[in-house]
């Protein structure tokens, strides 16, 4: 902007220049005088020079005057204040001669530019080249003032002014419009950083170039704010440390917060464990290692054995408090690089590199051992117990699965040997879960056309007073087409753990309930497995397979086995609630394998017990004779209705009897058997009862 401001002074000023030297003319070439002295000859020398002549170069500071005649002939001539020959003027005719011709034929008063100066004569001005150098060149008419002399244009003698613009001149504009280093050039070589304005002539011709430093605010201004400048500059890279410093540590915080959510996505967010996506991938780095070195690497795969029991009676939050005991005391067991992994609910995982056998043996019955101890939750002692399955590398394989697999089947099998346990893989249980996958295949098979390999048999059950036939339990049976009679031991639990159960126990169901309605009066029970129990649809799969029978409610009962109610949610005692409410009796099987405390009968919601039958081969030991006692009086002080199992002799009939054991089932009296025969049965039955032999007391040992 001030460059461009300078420019613009600059062309106005040089304009002005050329108005007030023309302007400076007319303090004398308006004059009456004038004309007259012009016109006069011989000239009046003196009065030349001292009004037209060497007082413009005093006054005004012209360089040179030359008066003319209307012919354009030179009469008079000064140059640098000193009157010479009029001759002088050839030199000058070449740039003065046509500004005197135009002068004669235009005749017009300028206009100026300049708003102090009112011009009054007709002129012409412009820059020339004088003497090779640059000059202010304006001529005048000299006229009458008065009016009184009256002359054409063609007829007025001229005045003609010279200013050249030299160092003095531009110095003088310079320090008057604050440009410094102002000078003239003929060739427009300003230096870098300089600014130049073209002097221009009438016609538009370059005749030089006005050059000068320009004036640079900026900079003035930067070199006075120099120290207020650094002082900023100083502020603004603190300033910009600091930004960087807090974005720095943003980027430490949005690492820490990425490293954290790293942590979360592998971690186990309860216990701090790794969690399976981390168990995983150490799983691999460590066969990795163990491949490369060849040494072995144990899997142990944990699961808790009455988590859930603790889980639904004391609630979550002592589960939670349950499951982080465990995770420390699993890892206090284990060395700092062996890796403790929670799968999920109660499953936790082990690895243990460079085991030999002894350390593998060490490390699991260590952590059996220290999980079976009580664990203190809520102000409660709680035992849950732990099985391992463990799988080793290279023995087992080298492949995650495969020792994953392993490892399962060994936990399978320690679960099924009694939990509280570990055990190793062995092939021969490859074998077994081979059969058991094998018998899954032919249980579906076999469940697409129930009616053909699936029948129920139905084992009588008397009372023990009368000794008539009150019921009958359906038991499954699966006549295989190859491997004959398979009996539901076998394949039960698989369909349990395949969840076949549910559609196998509701054809039982049905086929039980329409098969009884042959039966006037008897009752029928059915097993039921805790997986069908639990689930929601039971209730109403037991009522409409009533519904379309038409068998009585009171007819029907539902066994459950003990250690399915113990370790059942609350959905199964809501099921079992909602089945009593329809009139459906229910009844606890098993009894006395569930470890369940005796004085828990009175708060059983069952109407019947189930003394299993190892309780009643034991009727003639003095223990197992009192236990059976106190379970009949505890029972049936709580009004509940005993059957006992598996009753095979007469000696443990007629205890039995005799303690007030209400209903006898068991060989003794009738095995399982078709409908048919079951039809047959209660048409040849006898009113007289089969009494234990001789009604003499069962045998005992004193
Ligand atoms: P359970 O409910 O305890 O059934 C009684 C089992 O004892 C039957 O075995 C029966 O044949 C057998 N038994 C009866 N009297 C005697 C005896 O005097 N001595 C001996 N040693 N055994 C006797 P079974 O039929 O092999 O059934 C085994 C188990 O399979 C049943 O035990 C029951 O838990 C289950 N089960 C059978 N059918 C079904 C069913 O339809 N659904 C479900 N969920 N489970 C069933
Ligand atoms: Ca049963
Ligand atoms: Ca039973």
């Known amino acids: 902007m001030a460059h461009q401001r300078d420019r613009s002074i600059v062309t106005l000023v040089l304009e002005q220049s050329m108005e007030r030297i023309a302007h400076a003319q007319e303090s004398t070439t308006i004059w009456d005088t004038a004309v007259i002295e012009a016109h006069k000859r011989p000239l009046d020398m003196a009065w030349m020079d001292r009004n037209l002549g060497i007082w413009f170069n005093e006054y005004a500071g012209f360089d040179e005057v030359y008066v003319l005649t209307s012919t354009g002939q030179p009469i008079y001539a000064m140059r640098g204040g000193k009157r010479v020959i009029p001759e002088n003027y050839i030199a000058v005719e070449d740039v003065a001669g046509p500004m005197v011709t135009r002068l004669r034929h235009t005749n017009v008063i300028p206009k100026t530019i300049d708003g102090d100066i009112a011009m009054l004569s007709p002129g012409q001005a412009d ?24 002359e054409k244009p063609e007829d ?52 030089g170039y006005l050059v000068w430093r320009p004036f640079a605010p900026g900079q003035q201004v930067t070199i006075m704010m120099a120290p207020v400048l650094a002082l900023v500059i100083l502020l603004s890279i603190g300033v910009i440390c600091m930004l960087a410093n807090r974005l720095a540590s943003r980027t430490i915080d949005l690492d820490e917060s990425r490293l954290q959510a790293q942590h979360q996505a592998m971690h186990d967010g309860l216990t701090g464990l790794a969690n399976r996506a981390m168990f995983e991938q150490r799983f691999d780095e460590a066969l990795g290692r163990s491949r490369r070195h060849n040494t072995p690497l144990a899997l142990l795969f944990i699961d808790l054995d009455r988590f859930k029991k603790v889980n639904d009676t004391l609630g979550h939050p002592a589960g939670d408090l349950l499951i982080e005991q465990v995770a420390r005391r699993l890892v206090a067991e284990v060395r700092g690089y062996d890796v403790v992994a929670r799968l999920g609910g109660d499953e936790f995982a082990v690895l243990i590199g460079e085991p030999d056998q002894v350390a593998i043996d060490g490390v699991c019955s260590r952590i059996v051992s220290q999980l079976g101890l009580p664990f203190s939750v809520s102000g409660a002692q709680t035992y849950i117990g732990a099985s391992i399955g463990v799988a080793i590398a290279p023995d087992h394989g ?101 969840g076949l159960i549910e559609v196998l126990g509701q054809w039982v169901l049905r086929r039980a309930v329409e098969d009884a309605k042959a039966w006037p009066g008897l009752r029928v029970a059915v097993n039921a497995s805790p997986i069908q129990v639990r689930s929601r649809k039971f209730v109403d799969c037991v009522t409409s397979a009533l519904a379309e029978s038409g068998l009585e409610a009171e007819r029907l009962e539902i066994e459950i086995t003990e250690t399915a109610l113990m370790a059942a949610s609350s959905e199964v005692t809501t099921a079992l609630r909602d089945l009593r409410k329809l009139g459906i009796t229910c009844a606890l099987d098993d009894f006395g394998t569930g470890y369940s405390s005796l004085s828990h009968i009175r708060d059983i919601a069952v109407d019947r017990i189930k003394i299993d039958r ?17 379970i009949v009086s505890l029972a049936s002080a709580n009004g509940l209705q005993l059957t006992a199992e598996g009753v095979e002799t007469d000696e ?41 032999s001789g009604g003499s007391p069962p045998m005992m040992i004193a």
């Open 614 to 630: 190892s309780f009643v081969h034991a009727v003639n030991t003095v223990p197992g004779a009192a236990l059976v006692e106190a």
């Open 652 to 692: 443990q009939y007629a205890f039995l009897r005799r303690v007030g054991c209400h209903e006898i089932q068991g060989y003794l009296l009738a095995r399982p058997m078709p409908a048919e025969q079951v039809t047959a049965l209660l048409q040849d039955f006898q009113p007289t009862p089969r009494l234990p």
């Open 156 to 207: 007025q003698a001229v005045h003609l002014g010279i200013v050249f613009l030299d160092q003095d001149f531009f110095a003088r504009i310079g320090s008057q419009y604050g440009l410094a280093d102002a000078r003239y050039q003929i060739a427009d070589g300003a230096d870098g950083g300089e600014s130049s304005v073209a002097l221009l002539d009438h016609r538009r011709h370059v005749i």
């Open 127 to 150: 820059f020339a080249i004088v003497r090779g150098r640059p000059a202010i060149i304006s001529a005048k008419p000299i006229l009458s003032d008065s009016g009184n002399i009256k």
């Open 398 to 498: 080298f492949d995650r699965t495969e020792l994953t697999r392993k490892a399962d089947i060994a936990l399978y099998r320690a679960k099924a040997e009694g939990r509280s346990r570990y055990v190793l893989f062995d092939p021969e249980m490859d074998e077994d879960v081979r059969a058991r996958e094998a018998m899954d295949r032919e249980l579906r098979k076999a469940m697409a056309d129930c009616d053909s390999q699936l029948r129920i048999h139905y084992q009588p059950v008397f009372s023990a007073r009368t000794g008539a036939i009150t019921g009958v339990e359906a038991l499954l049976r699966w006549q295989h087409p190859i491997n004959g009679l398979v009996t539901p031991d076998a394949f039960i639990r698989a369909a349990e753990e395949t």
